[in-house]
């Protein structure tokens, strides 16, 4: 019992060879140091090794545009600027198709589309004159056919309008709250502020043809076939400083792929607004328009100090200070001056031993020998 | 301060015991073998260690859906295609209610509902006739009460409408910009293909039909109720190759529980158009439809070469190589062929000691001897 | 040849210097017992580590609001229930501005603003009678202009209005599905049930008056300049469990900064319908409302047992009990009683050796000896 508990009580430190060589041991230390200053300057100091870090922001997004001529002045995260292409009437009736596909010399070639979905209707079946020289397949729709090339007026005085956005945050692991501007601002001051990347970052006033030029594009050739462009609201939050959280601002062009392809040049999209006449009969607008979207993305994070990631990453920095031996083991047996004694001492081999039996002063003594 | 200096220039490196035997010598090297192939295979060629990742995407997205009937083609990421129910116009009015739980036979059963809220309208306290057997609490507001039981007409043309997506993404941290087609496709191009998962990947044309069955669902059952389906784009880069950035689509049924349970079936909503009429009277007609809704989710990531992931990596797999002595120690003093020799030769046990002074060639010699 | 092969298979494994001491024995054995507790207790149960963790979930979340009043009952994951402030109509037409900054005497004021837009049209360069005493530069525009000064009526039935939240989640790497109420309940159920996070947090009918109060809000002054509520779902997700993935409902106010600053209290906007009279007049209604905004913000995780991960956490484990003999030896080689004899026997100074050849039995023995 007592020996089982000895065995279980036995502790193994490793043997180690003590080399007394200035060279090996400047190399040592320098290894070693080149280490520390790694876990010190880049482990806990450049990525905050010693915060615990809440990367599960929480945000909310209002925005307003202002400037005459808005539409729809919708308060969502993501803003629709559009300027009115082309504005037609149409009037659900019965009327030659539009699309080239559907000419026609008589009802027979049109009585195998009846009842298919076209663009703007549904086909009769019967062909009617679309012109003195061609006749279509009647579609029962839409009337008349949506005209695609009428040229554009861009929206000049776009440029001019302003997006208020109003952003707060909150990190739910510190319960820690923040906005993207000041409490303490007042109307007037917001009345006449304007957002300036090097001047004035806590303004949340922001003229439209500041932000595109932020985002490195033209406005002319943005506001001629419409396009995305992202706000990007960053937060990186050092808690532990006492007044280290405040937004960065980026502006980025988020539909590049718009500036390199003659398909899908932009940003356009169609809406019809309904109604209905005293006759009875309905009526739609159909609006085919250009717009410069805003997205507004925010993300973020934020450390504070916390004892349990300060203490894994100081093992994790005693640790490693130990891997330098494997470079000065290398340099001490292959090219130090008396590399070979060194390995000789470093090594043992297991060879057939033997012992002799010594019989000294009324002891017996192991003497053991080691074969050449 | 010599001896300082040479105490802390000191280098300790552990002793070894090297063991000639070919059985722990195979061991040992299949064991390292292993290792390193996790690293090379594993950690190296399919985890791709050697390269930095950026997981923060940046994408916008832009929607078209084309075809006729189309109510409300608004270019969102997520949409909506519904087809109505059923429309009824309400006029805003004095009325009997419809709930069953308001039904009365005098005015005292409704007093105590007097202006609190109802689903339709807010009780005046009096009581009316519903239909020659039955007398309800009067509400005012729209009138009549909706009826929910007419027959839906399933909106099969919705099969053969197409989506046009336009997806642009941004790696921030390579600067790199990709879309989901070329921008040398032409026009017409456009105008004819169709996206196909096995032959044409390269089309942003999709038939709202093919969605529906890559998602594996059954489009009339769909029709019917209405759904919610996923269109995901994923984005797996890899910059050091030349062309491995391209979007790999997956569609799924996102409202899998609707399948499962009776109470909410599918996807539907209810809308107003709110009218006045000339002679002052307020009317709306009330919408209520059924959608099926798609959400066009964008994730990924890219990865490129860079120095200190491959450092960081090749030092832990360096580190990791020695593992294998844990394993190699326990057959090495337990199950080889002369364990017993080779544990008397790896630990040495502190006993007291004694040592012997011998004076030969006249020096002193210190011979030490250890007890049995 | 067969050299090389015996070199390349040689092992070498450290020599370890064996103490049997209880003090140490102890300190050893803890030491291990607390790392070991901390890997079964911490890393293994609490983290579970022998889990993979699938963080990507798909989520689609379906809303419907109930209650009477509701203007605009838009399915979307982001609800908004709002009052109406002021309805004000317009006409398109000239007529005085209304901007104090647009006061003048005579037309030559305003020249200087002809054709730059301003808040309600574009300045004609005239300067007309505003009132009896003032005059302002025409406009022409949306006239009259908005007044902002109208108190509003809070929306207090509001608080009584119920919302309907279905979520569907998938987790994609274990094709698991699941949603916020069971499948088996009935439609009688939904139409009384109600939340609670305490009693019945299965009933999907959340009232608004609750979630405010959940969320720590008080109703009449949210309802009084609007604001922004969050519905968190979060689903944390045991599959070696059987019945371990259910939502847990928490509710915030995600603008945080409404409530600290006056310039933007709350949550406000403004929209408007655009007419056309018989006449041909262009008409609009300008409506501004206050809003209470509800996003519903769904995250979650899943974990099941991997043989991958266990494995690799085991390794660690494994590798990490030994990290206990930086203390121990610190200790036995400082502090214990013995431990200059200990430090001698660890240590191993490489110093000038010579050897005595030794005739005995026909066979020649090496002696090394130590200096002193």
């Not at 999209?269 to 609006?287: H, I, Q, S």
Request: proline share 3%.
């Amino acid at each position: 019992m007592c020996t089982c508990i000895t065995d279980f009580l036995t502790y193994e430190t490793t043997k180690s060879v003590v080399v007394k060589s200035w060279t090996i041991g400047i190399i040592n230390r320098v290894v070693q140091l080149l280490i520390i200053t790694y876990f010190v300057g880049w482990v806990f100091l450049n990525e905050k090794a010693y915060q615990v870090r809440d990367t599960a922001i929480e945000s909310s997004v209002m925005t307003k545009v202002k400037g005459f001529g808005i539409y729809n002045n919708r308060v969502m995260d993501v803003l629709l600027i559009y300027v009115v292409l082309v504005k037609i009437v149409h009037k659900l009736n019965n009327c030659p198709g539009w699309n080239l596909e559907f000419t026609c010399t008589q009802d027979s070639n049109c009585s195998k589309y009846v009842n298919k979905p076209g663009d703007y209707g549904i086909l009769t079946g019967r062909c009617v004159s679309f012109n003195t020289t061609m006749k279509m397949c009647e579609i029962k729709g839409w009337c008349p056919a949506e005209i695609d090339t009428i040229k554009t007026t861009p929206m000049m005085e776009v440029e001019n309008f302003t997006i208020f956005i109003k952003n707060s945050i909150r990190f739910p692991m510190f319960n820690y709250t923040k906005g993207n501007f000041l409490p303490t601002i007042s109307s007037d001051y917001i009345k006449k502020c304007n957002f300036d990347m090097v001047n004035n970052t806590y303004c949340p006033i922001f003229k439209v043809g500041d932000v595109v030029r932020y985002a490195q594009q033209n406005f002319t050739k943005l506001a001629d076939k419409g396009g995305i462009i992202g706000i990007k609201i960053g937060w990186l939050c050092d808690l532990d400083k006492s007044d280290d959280c405040n937004p960065s601002y980026s502006f980025t062009r988020l539909d590049a792929m718009s500036q390199k392809n003659a398909v899908s040049p932009g940003y356009n999209f169609r809406f019809a607004k309904y109604y209905k006449m005293e006759n009875g009969t309905d009526y739609r607008t159909l609006v085919k328009a250009y717009a410069i979207r805003f997205d507004v993305l925010v993300n973020g994070n934020a450390g504070k100090f916390n004892m349990i990631p300060t203490l894994i990453n100081m093992v994790a920095a005693f640790t490693s200070v130990g891997v330098g031996t494997v470079l000065c083991d290398i340099i001490l047996l292959n090219f130090l001056k008396g590399a070979e004694q060194y390995k000789a001492k470093k090594f043992e081999e297991v060879k057939r031993t033997t012992f002799l039996l010594v019989l000294y002063n009324n002891t017996v003594y192991k003497m053991y020998i080691i074969y050449i």
